[in-house]
């Protein structure tokens, strides 16, 4: 199968409307930076705290946020996260002004307190407490009644097994709904898992994930997010201009670099998306990948340019990007496909990972052809128009020998190249 | 099969099962420390633990604090007002007050009467550290900076390593505790699901001191009436510990300067010291500790000593008698309260005080959940990328589909002989090279379908289109390679996974691509000494 049989596509024809269509794009990026609600920072950035929470029932989020109001933990957000028949809720707290309070216990106590179900508030939550607590209580009442010997086992180690499995059970079905459920873990004692249901609450709640980040490090992590961008996008720079020794060609690539990237952050904003660390990672990715789709089609270029008979730069670039038409789509198709998996099934904490990818691979493809080559152009076009008007100024008393030595240096420089194309062949 | 053919099939082979073979082993190696059952853990297990899994794979904590250096350098300036005090009492000068202005700076009022050649000598011998200089009778210290460096270095080593022996302690399997910058300490505990222990037991940052009392307890007000409302330069106004059913917060003046530290520990354990039997902390000095502490209580005789721990005053208890060695700390503990504290002070006091900077807790439920998610998307994602590949490439295309196989093997091996953690963006990283990885063969097969139109014979075409693709692969490797470099130089835990994921990958990639590839080609067609057509 072959979508593109030897194209012959003027794409830089349409050079200056591509140029319009970015510049638009990329305002209405900004407009979605600055004007609009503005970038959304997580709390990697901002700082603040943020909890995950799955239910066993279906949470009723106006009550919850009552309860949320009412510890003063200042602005407060709650929203439901994942799939909605998982029952699991997202609450954000913003950074606290004063230091000390765990935030984390806090709201925790609320809730649950809010929610009790009536039991005795001194036993083990079996859906928040770990191993250790589990393991310290059965130690202490020794339902297995191993402490007073007759047994070579190790209590604490025992015990400490037995909470393991029940913690493990509590993982496999997500949440326990009452104490009762705890007759399923295997390997484990009837006596302890009697001991489990006498003695122990199973509470409203697992704690999926608590996260907790203060304010300089939100400022530290945003400084060294700016830096990395900004200095592997230098790297890159540096890298093609040395790679073909030519400016303009390291200036196209970054300048389609700096392209996509304003435009894929400047989206991600007006979709109000949460922008955190995996998105940083993605966007460097990107920085990856939009230079890796320049470097093919440059690459090209240049080869091109050895052949012996001069042609206009713009019909080489024309032909490069034909040429490498095929491989373009095709490859960013396959990348494509991945990345559209990872956002269909790759859960919350991807998804918004794989969506920077997608935009980012869609303008990336666009931009290696539309920005990177069409700038190439520009840019010779620019300095030759330059030149040509300096010239009459400069050649007013023409030296007899030096001008032939210019013009003999990159004819010979050509010859062994030639050559060298010849002998592959 | 020609010889050259033959021995490149012999190396991909030996790489590949050396490759399985040692993610195998690792596997075992891995699985054998969780596995509690009697014998060798099934090779289904070890198959499953091969790959280190990150804290936001696997669960448990990670915490960033930072230590509050001043705490230490404050250590060192009470250190040097205590010598210098001691000086002047041996060698008979005498000195005025001293104001203790900075954490690491300090004055005191010299009068006209002081024999200042002594003073310098001694300041020259003892508080070499310290430079000084001489504002119109009061000499002014000031701690050096390389001293005030190693000070400070210092804490933080120390912080390290009383973390370290307590967690140890604690027994955490595979716990992480690393420096981080200038004062920040990392500490990443995988599989703890206790974090409200954990992080009090950190936390808990045992900063004993011992300071006499200068006047309390009582209300802020009433302590600083005498001064109106100022605290003097010399004490400070500590809060004490709240009893059950107390009304009213109570306060003590102390002096600023500690007669012991939690540096002056040699042991500490629980033991029932009150009157009705209540849970106590009795501790034990070391013999520097116990010399410094039997000449403060001897010299002050009657009056009170106050016992802070995190700068919360304990308990104040009279001194009656010179004590040397030993003291008791009490409270209203709890038997639980009072192990913790003797634990804490016996793995050592952290030598200043900790904040918490950044927490996070992942609980196993949603590593699970997140894996289930990842492995699902990266099995569907390559799926689609193999079918597109056959179907636009039919013969080759399969050639391409088993480059990217091994590429996934041996990546999968060399992360678990590497030792490099696996997390949830590694996971897209995985993904995201097996698209990428995909390019290589695209450039190459894009590349023979060129030299075929051109009318070269199918041979010719392979093997140029091998050879001229070779430099771009290069190309396009070193861009993400560059932008994966400056990823893992940004990069926390989750993020650095990813940057490691895709270097390892995109290395692969190179050699199942361009090597590989090219060797199931000379496969299919190296046989034949001439070919008319090529699936491609």
């Known amino acids: 199968m072959e979508l593109f049989r030897q194209t012959n596509i003027d794409f830089l024809r349409w050079k200056w409307w591509a140029i319009g269509a970015s510049w638009l794009l990329i305002v209405i990026g900004f407009f979605g930076i600055f004007v609009q609600k503005g970038l959304k920072f997580g709390i990697d950035f901002a700082g603040g705290t943020q909890i995950a929470l799955r239910f066993a029932e279906k949470p009723d989020i106006e009550h919850l946020r009552k309860l949320l109001d009412a510890t003063n933990l200042g602005d407060t957000g709650i929203q439901r996260y994942e799939d909605p028949a998982k029952n699991e809720v997202l609450i954000r707290v913003q950074q606290q002004k004063k230091e000390g309070r765990d935030v984390t216990q806090d709201v925790m106590t609320a809730l649950r307190q809010g929610l009790a179900t009536g039991g005795d508030p001194s036993r083990v939550d079996l859906n928040v407490q770990g191993r250790d607590a589990l393991s310290g209580r059965l130690l202490a009442a020794d339902p297995d009644h191993l402490a007073g010997g007759g047994s070579n086992e190790n209590p604490a180690d025992h015990y400490a097994r037995a909470a393991e499995r029940i913690v493990a059970r509590r993982t496999q079905v997500g949440i326990f709904r009452s104490p009762a459920d705890v007759e399923g873990t295997p390997d484990v004692s009837q006596a302890v898992k009697d001991w489990v249901k006498a003695n122990t609450n199973a509470g409203p709640f697992v704690v999926l994930s608590a996260e907790n980040v203060g304010p300089q490090v939100g400022a530290d992590l945003q400084k060294k997010a700016l830096w990395a961008v ?31 990237t304003l435009i894929t952050v400047g989206l991600l904003a007006l979709m109000q998306r949460e922008f955190n660390l995996v998105v940083v990672a993605a966007l460097l990715t990107l920085v990856g990948y939009s230079v890796n789709d320049t470097v093919v089609v440059y690459d ?28 373009t789509v095709l490859t960013s198709g396959a990348t494509m496909l991945v990345v559209i998996a990872l956002f269909i099934l790759g859960g919350e904490v991807l ?6 990818l997608i935009i980012g691979i869609i303008v990336g493809t666009y931009s290696s052809i539309y920005v990177a080559s069409p700038i190439v152009v520009i840019w010779k076009d620019f300095v030759e128009k330059r030149r040509a008007k300096r010239v009459p100024v400069k050649v007013v008393p023409p030296p007899p020998a030096e001008p032939a030595l210019p013009k003999a240096a990159p004819a010979s420089a050509e010859a062994p190249r030639q050559k060298k194309k010849k002998n592959r062949r | 099969m020609s010889k050259k053919v033959r021995w490149r099939v012999l190396l991909i082979l030996v790489v590949v099962l050396g490759t399985v073979a040692g993610y195998v082993l690792t596997g075992y190696q891995h699985a054998r420390k969780e596995w509690i059952g009697a014998g060798n853990p099934p090779l289904k297990l070890a198959m499953k633990s091969g790959i280190k899994l990150g804290l936001d794979l696997r669960g448990g904590i990670h915490l960033v604090l930072q230590v509050n250096t001043a705490d230490a350098l404050k250590a060192e300036r009470d250190d040097a007002v205590e010598n210098l005090r001691n000086q002047a009492r041996e060698k008979s000068f005498t000195l005025g007050d001293f104001e203790l202005s900075g954490p690491s700076s300090f004055a005191v009022n010299v009068s006209a009467q002081t024999d200042t050649a002594r003073l310098e000598e001694a300041v020259k011998r003892f508080l070499g550290d310290w430079s000084y ?36 302690e604690f027994g955490v399997a595979e716990p992480l505790i690393a420096r981080e910058g200038v004062d920040r300490i990392l500490v990443q505990l995988p599989g703890v699901d206790d974090p409200k222990r954990v992080k009090d037991l950190i936390k808990n940052t045992a900063f004993l001191e011992l300071k006499l009392v200068e006047s309390g307890p009582s209300d802020r007000a009433a302590l600083l009436a005498p001064t109106s409302g100022q605290v003097p330069p010399t004490l400070d106004l500590v809060e004490a510990k709240a009893e059950p059913g107390q009304r009213q917060d109570l306060y003590y003046l102390v002096r600023k300067s500690a007669v012991i530290t939690g540096r002056d520990l040699k042991n500490a354990r629980p033991s029932r010291t009150g009157q009705f039997g209540q849970m106590g902390v009795t501790f034990f000095l070391t013999a520097g500790g116990a010399e410094k502490f039997a000449s403060a209580t001897g010299a002050n005789v009657g009056k009170q000593l106050a016992i802070i721990l995190d700068n919360r005053v304990q308990s104040a208890p009279r001194i009656n008698e010179r004590i040397s060695d030993q003291g008791v700390i009490q409270g209203s503990f709890t038997a639980e309260e009072a192990n913790d504290l003797a634990l804490v002070l016996r793995a050592g006091a952290l030598p200043a005080g900790l904040t918490y900077l950044e927490e996070r807790t992942v609980g196993p439920s949603l590593g699970a959940d997140s894996i289930r998610n990842g492995i699902t998307a990266s099995i569907v994602g390559a799926l689609l990328v193999f079918i597109a590949v056959v179907v636009y490439y039919r013969r080759a295309g399969w050639n391409a589909v088993i480059a990217l196989i091994l590429n996934a093997i041996l990546l999968a091996g060399a992360m678990a002989l590497l030792g490099s953690t696996l997390t949830l963006p590694g996971i897209a990283g995985f993904i995201l090279t097996i698209g990428m990885a995909v390019d290589s063969n695209v450039l190459i097969f894009e590349r023979i379908r060129e030299e075929l139109r051109g009318g070269r014979a199918p041979k010719t075409a392979i093997e140029n289109g091998f050879a001229k693709a070779f430099a771009t692969i290069i190309d396009t490797h070193i861009t993400i390679v560059i932008s994966a470099i400056f990823l893992f130089q940004f990069g926390t835990g989750p993020v650095k996974g990813f940057a490691v994921t895709l270097v390892i990958g995109l290395l692969i990639s190179v050699f199942t691509a361009v090597f590989v590839s090219h060797t199931i080609f000379d496969l299919e067609y190296g046989r034949r000494a001439h070919i008319d057509t090529v699936s491609i």
């Open chain 1, 230 to 260: 900004a200095l592997s996008t230098l790297g890159m720079l540096v890298y093609i201009a040395l790679r073909f020794r030519s400016l303009p060609f390291g200036v196209g690539a970054v300048v389609a670099l700096i392209h996509d």
């Open chain 1, 300 to 327: 090209r270029i240049r080869e091109n340019q050895r052949t012996p008979k001069k042609e206009p730069l713009e019909t080489v670039i024309n032909r490069s990007i034909n040429q490498t038409l095929s491989r």
């Open chain 1, 351 to 356: 998804n918004t990972f794989a969506l920077t």
């Open chain 2, 133 to 168: 200089n001489v504002v119109g009778g009061k000499w002014v210290f000031q701690l050096k900076d390389p001293a005030r460096r190693a000070a400070e270095e210092n804490a933080v080593s120390q912080a390290i390593e009383t973390i370290r022996n307590r967690v140890d």
